[in-house]
């Protein structure tokens, strides 16, 4: 009975023993099962981004999907117009830099990858400089047809020294630049040091050195054979801009700005002829010349001093009805319009036009709104009678009315 007993026990303890086995038993596959599957995901995932990869290494049609309403950076394609990109065609030579090492990229933001690898829409920058052209071949018939309308018979005369005087000439690249102030000069002018070797970067070049350094030459240092010869052989390229905005960008920077001869050469008559009861101080510094005065000098037909070529017309600086210029370009979009003609002219890849501040930088830039501010200081008279100073560039080269006002 004992026996049994104990046999009974042992019997029962021994179905425990059973039984907690095969719990454990059926724990461990589970476990293992688990692991097994998770793995064999990781293996497919990993051989499926290999797939992906390859594909865009070898299909000639590989696209990249870019996130929907996502716009295209215009820093990376500044000739690009502003459209929203869906699908970017990659260039044949780019594709086999797609490799593992990319393959994070492809699961990243389109921007990141773009900026990447540089890539563009084909035949876009195609499109982009058509465009510029068509641009071109149009202010280049408007300036044409208002010479022609506008110009007498007399003027039709030979191109003088006089004539030239503000041309700036690049031998390299066959270049002929005319001079117009307060529409990206100063940094024309570094381009053109650039492009004779007489530095390696725009950045380098200080103000002195642009406007005091006699680094560059005149067209009309030539002889007249040297002058006829570039006028009919070179690119003859003018920058200009907006009339009013122009006038005063030179404004704020001769007269509110110190200045060791607009002051005294300028300031000084222009305060004693405009200005009533004015101070000996002002009179003897020729400092706080106001815009309403110095309008005042500019329609006097009997300035106290002469013109300056900071506010002369273009038409006057650069006599676009005697010079025939290539290239007529707007400092509203001068870089995308100045990088357009650097690579015209085979300038080098690595020079792009500057667009940095020459002098007070920390002065904001003259901007229509502000141009806006400073004609609000004259009556109505004022405005049309600078409106008519200005007529003939406004009319030349295709700017509105600055104000509605004004006939």
Avoid at 248 to 277: C, L, M, Q, T
Avoid at 391 to 397: A, G, I, S, V
Wanted: charged share 25%; glycine share 4%.
């Amino acid at each position: 009975m004992l026996w049994q007993d104990c046999k009974g026990v042992d019997s029962s303890c021994g179905g425990r023993r059973r039984v907690r086995s095969a719990i454990i038993i059926m724990r461990l596959p589970c476990s293992f099962w688990f692991l097994l599957l998770f793995s064999t995901g990781g293996l497919l995932l990993l051989l499926h981004l290999q797939d992906l990869t390859e594909t865009v290494q070898q299909s000639p049609d590989a696209k990249l999907i870019f996130p929907h309403g996502q716009s295209m950076n215009k820093e990376l394609c500044p000739h690009c117009p502003d459209i929203d990109i869906q699908a970017f065609v990659l260039p044949a030579k780019l594709q086999a830099q797609i490799t593992k090492n990319h393959r994070k990229l492809l699961l990243k933001s389109s921007s990141s990858l773009h900026q990447q690898l540089i890539i563009a829409p084909a035949g876009q920058a195609k499109n982009s400089i058509k465009k510029l052209t068509k641009v071109q071949q149009s202010r280049r018939r408007l300036m044409r047809e208002v010479c022609a309308k506008y110009r007498s018979s007399s003027s039709a005369k030979a191109v003088t020294r006089q004539h030239v005087s503000r041309i700036y000439v690049e031998d390299t690249h066959k270049l002929l630049y005319c001079e117009v102030p307060k529409a990206g000069c100063s940094n024309w002018k570094r381009v053109l040091m650039v492009l004779q070797g007489q530095a390696v970067s725009t950045g380098e070049i200080q103000h002195e050195q642009v406007h005091y350094g006699n680094h560059l030459k005149r067209l009309d240092s030539f002889d007249r054979q040297g002058i006829a010869y570039r006028l009919k052989t070179y690119t003859k390229v003018l920058f200009l801009r907006e009339p009013f905005e122009r006038l005063v960008s030179a404004f704020r920077d001769k007269f509110e700005s110190p200045n060791s001869y607009y002051h005294p050469v300028f300031g000084k008559p222009i305060i004693s002829k405009y200005r009533s009861n004015a101070s000996q101080l002002a009179l003897r510094t020729g400092e706080g010349v106001t815009f309403k005065e110095f309008v005042q000098y500019l329609l006097d037909v009997h300035r106290p001093v002469g013109m300056d070529i900071h506010w002369e017309p273009v038409v006057q600086l650069c006599s676009p009805c005697l010079i025939d210029y290539d290239f007529i370009g707007k400092f509203e979009t001068i870089e995308e319009e100045a990088n357009m003609l650097l690579r015209r002219i085979g300038a080098p890849a690595n020079l792009t036009f500057p667009s940095f501040k020459d002098r007070n930088p920390n002065a904001a830039r003259t901007s229509a709104r502000i141009t806006q501010e400073y004609f609000s200081q004259l009556n109505l008279t004022e405005r049309q009678r600078t409106y008519d100073f200005y007529f003939m560039d406004y009319l030349m080269f295709n700017y509105s009315k600055p104000f509605a006002d004004l006939y």
